[in-house]
């Protein structure tokens, strides 16, 4: 669900973010408007916001486990976990991570790709929320929700900064809900 | 302040413990430092960042660069409590706009490390983040970045060091300031 359409209706701080965030055209490749949230992180005021939305809506929910995936998930999981006393726990790219992992593959548009987390770092019944700079098909988040579940963890929500149009018609994955703040921004910042 | 290891603080231990050893990752012989079990202790997290924090948050830092991707773990708490950018130091071709590369020499061959254009600005004073310094190669390919658009580093940060492999001496006379060391 969209953070305007779950409390946060009007928050200039929602309309800070979106506007902080760049759209590069045709990266990788032609016809995709990238999202550069690069430029979010240049943005002081705005970076804060975006993280203090997400510790308001956390820090009374006993969740003991923020995942992030690499890597830009990692540039605003960690904030968020230290902010409501919660573990962070990176969710890699294989090979890069040096103890022993399980791991769960996904699909890319040509082919797939898989995300690994270390054994020990989640336990049963740990309550976890996922996050990534961005949701676009769900397939990278669906991947890190059943490494949780295969845990014995409890996903209870996943959050993103920004969500997809296509994203917002499925308010859940794998049956966990989404948490966005802001839909794609179309403006160049420099 | 070169070589400052902060000494005395009761903190160091704490987070020293946490470490986790590695052995032979990501091939034989190598000690590898996991950090990752230090991000699994909120307290010892905690403690790591407000140490860096409580050193940087009167130097006037504009800029926190961090090095991909572990350096992406540290370098954002801190920039956000020291009212600081963030600025993405990544491998090559993930970062989107036009950006700036600085070759730097790996065991077998070459790496590059990029910069988005228009990030940092001359005069921006500027902090370096990783969680680990080895022989300085990537840390110094990050200085040179920022260097020659005009920022100042003041200093480079990390959680450990390796200081047998000497890379203190490789970051062109920037101080380093690292919390544990590892022999």
Same mark, same amino acid.
């Given at each position: 669900? $969209?953070?305007?359409?779950?409390?946060?209706?009007?928050?200039? !701080?929602?309309?800070?973010?979106?506007?902080?965030?760049? *759209?590069?055209?045709?990266?990788?490749?032609?016809?995709?408007?990238?999202?550069?949230?690069?430029?979010?992180?240049?943005?002081?005021? /705005?970076?804060?916001?975006?993280?203090?939305?997400?510790?308001?809506?956390?820090?009374?929910?006993?969740?003991?486990?923020?995942?992030?995936?690499?890597?830009?998930?990692?540039?605003?999981?960690? +904030?968020?976990?230290?902010?409501?006393?919660?573990?962070?726990?990176?969710?890699?790219?294989?090979?890069?991570?040096?103890?022993?992992?399980?791991?769960?593959?996904?699909?890319?548009?040509?082919?797939?790709?898989?995300?690994?987390?270390?054994?020990?770092?989640? %336990?049963?019944?740990?309550?976890?929320?996922?996050?990534?700079?961005?949701?676009?098909?769900?397939?990278?988040?669906?991947?890190?929700?059943?490494?949780?579940? +295969?845990?014995?963890?409890?996903?209870?929500?996943? /959050?993103?900064?920004?969500?997809?149009?296509?994203?917002?018609?499925?308010?859940?994955?794998?049956?966990?809900?989404?948490?966005?703040?802001?839909?794609?921004?179309?403006?160049?910042?420099? | 302040?070169?070589?400052?290891?902060?000494?005395?603080?009761?903190?160091?231990?704490?987070?020293?413990?946490?470490?986790?050893?590695?052995?032979?990752?990501?091939?034989?012989?190598?000690?590898?430092?996991?950090?990752?079990?230090?991000?699994?202790?909120?307290?010892?997290?905690?403690?790591?960042?407000?140490?860096? *924090?409580?050193?940087? &948050?009167?130097?006037?830092?504009?800029?926190?660069?961090?090095? %991909?991707?572990?350096?992406?773990? $540290?370098?954002?708490?801190? /920039?956000?409590?020291?009212?600081?950018?963030?600025?993405?130091? !990544?491998?090559?071709?993930?970062?989107?706009?036009?950006?700036?590369?600085?070759?730097?020499?790996?065991?077998?061959?070459?790496?590059?490390?990029?910069?988005?254009?228009?990030? *940092?600005?001359?005069?921006?004073?500027?902090? *370096?983040?990783?969680?680990?310094?080895?022989?300085?190669?990537? #840390?110094?390919?990050?200085?040179?970045?920022?260097? &020659?658009?005009?920022?100042?580093?003041?200093?480079?940060?990390?959680?450990?060091?390796?200081?047998?492999?000497?890379? !203190?001496? &490789? #970051?062109?006379?920037?101080?380093?300031?690292?919390?544990? %060391?590892?022999?």
């Amino acid at each position: 669900m $969209f953070a305007a359409e779950n409390g946060l209706k009007g928050d200039p !701080r929602l309309e800070a973010i979106s506007a902080a965030i760049r *759209v590069v055209p045709d990266f990788p490749k032609k016809g995709i408007m990238f999202q550069d949230i690069t430029t979010l992180l240049l943005d002081h005021k /705005a970076f804060k916001h975006t993280v203090d939305i997400f510790v308001d809506r956390y820090k009374d929910m006993q969740i003991s486990v923020v995942a992030g995936v690499e890597a830009r998930g990692f540039m605003f999981g960690p +904030s968020i976990a230290l902010a409501i006393g919660a573990k962070f726990v990176p969710l890699r790219k294989p090979g890069k991570l040096p103890g022993k992992v399980i791991s769960e593959s996904y699909e890319l548009e040509y082919g797939h790709d898989c995300l690994e987390m270390h054994v020990d770092a989640v %336990e049963p019944r740990e309550r976890v929320i996922i996050i990534d700079d961005l949701a676009a098909t769900g397939g990278t988040l669906s991947a890190a929700i059943s490494l949780m579940e +295969s845990q014995g963890a409890e996903v209870v929500e996943c /959050a993103c900064v920004i969500g997809l149009p296509e994203v917002k018609g499925q308010h859940k994955l794998k049956g966990k809900p989404l948490y966005v703040l802001v839909e794609p921004s179309g403006l160049d910042k420099f | 302040m070169s070589g400052n290891k902060q000494e005395e603080d009761p903190r160091i231990n704490g987070i020293k413990t946490k470490i986790r050893v590695v052995p032979d990752f990501p091939k034989k012989g190598i000690m590898f430092q996991d950090i990752t079990t230090v991000l699994l202790d909120p307290k010892a997290f905690k403690d790591t960042i407000d140490l860096f *924090v409580e050193r940087y &948050r009167d130097k006037n830092i504009s800029v926190v660069a961090g090095i %991909e991707a572990r350096g992406f773990l $540290f370098g954002p708490p801190i /920039a956000l409590a020291i009212g600081a950018k963030f600025v993405p130091l !990544r491998k090559p071709k993930k970062l989107p706009g036009e950006t700036i590369f600085e070759e730097y020499e790996l065991e077998y061959g070459n790496d590059r490390l990029e910069m988005h254009v228009g990030a *940092v600005e001359a005069g921006d004073r500027a902090l *370096v983040v990783d969680d680990l310094i080895a022989t300085g190669g990537t #840390l110094c390919a990050a200085i040179n970045l920022l260097e &020659r658009v005009g920022a100042e580093v003041v200093e480079c940060a990390c959680v450990i060091e390796l200081p047998e492999l000497k890379g !203190r001496q &490789r #970051l062109k006379g920037k101080p380093l300031c690292m919390l544990v %060391e590892y022999r």
